[in-house]
């Protein structure tokens, strides 16, 4: 079993390179196989959630080649089969099979997905979307099987603006007979990077980052080359590590608009902030002010860096709040940042962090992707040794986490125990 174990109190100084953003790749790769020919994404990070993506891909007997970070992907020998569960339970991004799928082929069978555990993340709006495009649902446990004589444009309000439902419309409506109206779309940057790539391919795609997308149904889709946009939750991951332990740190290869959420409310904080065209260079201060944090849908604070940032309020003066308004169950972190010694209290969708107080090096388990990031970034300011375990939601959406902070001067690494 694997283990981080990471000593703090060094200072971090110098440079991180960000990856291509997982939460984008995880979407390109199955929208890749909507064209019969052959797809090229560059800048894909090299993260397990990417080996889970291209086993299916090989399992549908898609042809798939990893070329440094490029991916290429030769859907015309593709085969529809049932994506088994084993399969689909590996990620919640498994589900965008289920749109790609549907959208080729008008037929797709597979299970319920995956994903971290931090609060029930039903599928009912994808579904929804479905449906409004012609398609009919058969529900066998966590079994579905999806089929549509014809898919037709069709108009969706969804319920909440939620992400993924916004990126499985898309992807069903694009080869759809005539035109679909997405309302209450997801506005992340993600959704931008996949109608763009879509358009690439000869799409018809307008809107994707506001609120109402307009797709217009095209017969066929060819082959095209694009790019992982820079991932933006592990940039505020790595801003953050600055906030609390950086002397002039950059993180570089960054859109500083889409983590502006974050370093607007570092900078209330009182968090040194350099902003550049596509790098933050930040500085730990002394005194940090308490604030409170609301998350929301993009360009809201967004809920993944929910938890990374409770790490740094556990260093602000005063009583912070944060209010998780996105999932039902994302405060799993907190146990463990009060074995290091937080003061963290929770009232239903609220956290109130006491700050600041001295964090103490423990042994604590990574329940989430995100909670694994909020103890590692607590990791590098306790005081002796934090030993992490379950760091397999850690690695599957942080590339070389282990590299690019020991490269900054972070007493970090990753131990095998048997
Ligand atoms: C994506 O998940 C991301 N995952 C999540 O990142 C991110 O937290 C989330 O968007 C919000 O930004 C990927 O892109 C792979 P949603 P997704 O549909 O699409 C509810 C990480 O740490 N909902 O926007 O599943 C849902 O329960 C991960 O990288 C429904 O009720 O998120 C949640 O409360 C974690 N019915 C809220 O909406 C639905 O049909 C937002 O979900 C769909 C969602």
Redo the contacts with the bound molecule.
Sequence with gaps: MKQIKVTGGNTLTGEIKISGA??SA?ALIPAAILCDETATIFNVPNISDIDALSEILEYLNAGVKREEDAIIIDSSSIVNKEIPKGISKKL??SYYFMSALLGKYKKVEMYFPG??S?????????LKGFKALGASVLEDGDKYTITAEELKGGYVYLD?P????TINTILVAVKATGTTIIENA?K?P?IVNVATFLNNMGAKIRGAGTSQIKIVGVDKLHKCMHEVIPDR?EAGTYIIAGALAGDKLKISNIIPEHVESLTSKLIEIGVDIEEGNDYMIVSKKDKYKKTKIKTL?YPGF???LQQPITTLLTQCKGISEVHET??ERRFQNVQYLNKMGAEIKINDDKAFIYGPCELKGKKVTATD??AGACLVLAGLIADGTTTIENVDHILR?YENIIEKLSNVGANIKLVDIL
């Design positions: 997982k939460n995880v919640r991004a994903g971290c931090i609060g029930a993340r039903p599928i009912d709006q994808t909440m939620s992400v993924g439902a997801a992340e993600e939750i849908g967004p809920t993944d996105v999932y992707l995100r959406g």
